[in-house]
């Protein structure tokens, strides 16, 4: 909930200021152009803790951050598939099974992401002979 102050100031809960303006004229039938630009407001605001500007990360061969061991989902963005698809080929046999975690889910190395890159999954294609 908000507090309207008479000051053009309104104390949210929070903590935080937030400065509103009253448009005490105006009519829904005026058009925009008649708003008066000249005058302004100062706002300072202070935040709760310093801004850092945050390095972009190294990004490895396939475009994911460099790590010392990635899970599904980073592969699956890698190697440009679902991954419901990349467990699939698991399942299936079609990717050669690598290391898990004490919980049962895969983790991948940097070696294990080019394996499965340079592996060549084929796809059955139904030919359309035309019409019966």
């Not at 190294?58 to 890698?78: H, M, W």
Request: proline share 5%; aromatic share 8%.
């Amino acid at each position: 909930m908000m507090l309207h102050s008479p000051h053009g100031f309104s104390d949210n809960r929070n903590g935080t200021t937030l400065i509103f303006v009253r448009a005490e004229n105006w009519r829904s039938s005026q058009p925009a152009t008649d708003a008066q630009f000249h005058d302004s407001i100062e706002v300072n605001l202070e935040l709760d803790c310093p801004f850092k500007a945050s390095r972009p990360k190294r990004l490895n061969d396939f475009g994911i951050p460099v790590k010392r061991q990635y899970r599904s989902e980073e592969v699956a963005t890698a190697l440009g598939i679902s991954t419901d698809l990349l467990r699939w080929r698991f399942r299936k046999g079609k990717y050669p099974e690598v290391r898990k975690d004490s919980a049962g889910r895969r983790i991948f190395s940097l070696a294990d992401i080019k394996c499965l890159a340079n592996i060549c999954v084929r796809r059955r294609v139904a030919i359309d002979s035309g019409p019966r």
